[in-house]
């Protein structure tokens, strides 16, 4: 089982994360991507994932961390990505839920038509956020595309949305939302996702699963997402589970060497 998003740095659970890596692997989670926010939370993510093995890193700046970013952070990322485990530039995209204001609609766009460009560069894939901006990010796809993968992290747009990023060969990311039992669009975005562009997220500690709300999400509850994907496709566990895998595989380059 595969965790492609979840954010080990986040100080509800950092001191924990030793444990928490521990019983994700004890349930059965080999690999995980914790993923930068920032340039401090993306230099964490890099020291976390040399801690483990089977636990890599994308960085970068998400659309919420944009205050203090420039030229110069950005140039710190690309030499950070060098790291061996640096699987990914992200998570990077736009989010219009926490900012309102056209001004910080444009200037989400020129850090994420940036990064996409930094991704290109570096033969690197990218996880997207895009909250209430899912029209805009699909514009962005098509006029500058990610040449080496993306993945749509945490997906909530339409089923309608999703035929359009069909197109653009992207991989779609699924979290607890699936388990919730009124979250009805996830649920059929599961039912209608491409088999070979699906992934398992937890995007811990946020959007715990079903039956754990309430608590701190972790990896180790990638168990609830995969089984409520095989439910809802009428499959297998373990047809889900090598399906998963080998999409990770497919979009992330991991090696422990």
């Excluded at 692997?25 to 995980?32: P, R």
């Excluded at 996702?193 to 946020?206: A, V």
């Amino acid at each position: 089982m595969l965790d492609s998003h979840c954010h080990l740095d986040d100080s509800s659970i950092y001191e924990d994360r030793e444990r928490i890596v521990k019983e994700a692997k004890e349930a059965g989670v080999s690999l995980m991507i914790t993923i930068g926010c920032d340039l401090e939370s993306s230099k964490r993510a890099i020291e976390i994932a040399h801690e483990f093995e089977g636990v890599y890193a994308a960085i970068g700046f998400h659309p919420q961390n944009l205050e203090n970013v420039s030229d110069d952070a950005l140039e710190e990322i690309r030499k950070m990505a060098s790291d061996k485990k640096v699987v990914a530039i992200g998570e990077i995209g736009l989010d219009y839920h926490w900012f309102k204001e056209k001004s910080e609609h444009d200037n989400q766009k020129v850090w994420f038509n940036k990064q996409i460009d930094l991704a290109n560069e570096l033969h690197l894939p990218i996880s997207i956020h895009a909250r209430d901006a899912t029209e805009d990010t699909y514009e962005m796809l098509v006029n500058n595309p990610p040449k080496y993968g993306a993945v749509l992290h945490c997906y909530s747009g339409s089923t309608e949305m999703m035929d359009k990023f069909d197109k653009l060969g992207l991989y779609y990311g699924f979290d607890g939302p699936i388990t919730y039992k009124n979250s009805v669009t996830p649920k059929e975005n599961v039912k209608r996702c491409p088999i070979d562009k699906i992934l398992t997220e937890t995007d811990s500690p946020y959007l715990t699963p079903t039956p754990f709300r309430g608590t701190l999400n972790g990896p180790k509850h990638i168990k609830e997402i995969l089984q409520e994907m095989a439910n809802l496709r009428g499959v297998s566990i373990n047809e889900m589970e090598i399906a998963v895998e080998n999409n990770f595989k497919r979009l992330f380059e991991t090696n422990e060497d």
